[in-house]
Structure formats: structure tokens, C-alpha cells
């Protein structure tokens, strides 16, 4: 029987809550008919209600 690397299973967790902290604040600005605002490619970039997934 083999255990888990404890700083794996708590990097697992780490993850899972980031994204869903993501859906939910994916929903939240849709709901609100906000715009989203994200950093790509080293420009400040804006996304309609809309256009979000």
C-alpha cells in the first residue's frame, strides 16, 4: 500500500477550489451583466457577458 504525497493531495485540493471559484465568478458576472476583465498577451482585455462560456 502506497500513500499519497501529502503536498500533492493538498495541491489537488488548491486546484479543485480555484476552479470553482472561477465558475462562480464566471456566473456571477453574467448574471450581473458585467463585463469580465482578464490579462492575455500583456493587454487588458474585456469580455462581454455575452461572449463568456
Same mark, same amino acid.
Given at each position: 500500500?502506497t +500513500? @499519497?504525497? *501529502? !503536498?500533492? /493531495? /493538498? +495541491?489537488? #485540493?488548491i =486546484? #479543485?477550489? =480555484?476552479?470553482? $471559484?472561477?465558475? &462562480? =465568478?464566471?456566473?456571477? +458576472? #453574467?448574471? #450581473?451583466?458585467? /463585463?469580465? $476583465? $482578464?490579462?492575455r498577451?500583456?493587454? @487588458? $482585455?474585456? @469580455? +462581454? *457577458? !455575452? !461572449? @463568456? &462560456?
Amino acid at each position: 500500500m502506497t +500513500k @499519497i504525497n *501529502p !503536498d500533492f /493531495e /493538498e +495541491k489537488e #485540493k488548491i =486546484l #479543485k477550489g =480555484l476552479d470553482m $471559484v472561477y465558475e &462562480k =465568478l464566471l456566473a456571477f +458576472k #453574467k448574471g #450581473k451583466n458585467s /463585463e469580465l $476583465v $482578464v490579462w492575455r498577451n500583456n493587454q @487588458i $482585455v474585456r @469580455i +462581454k *457577458p !455575452d !461572449d @463568456i &462560456k
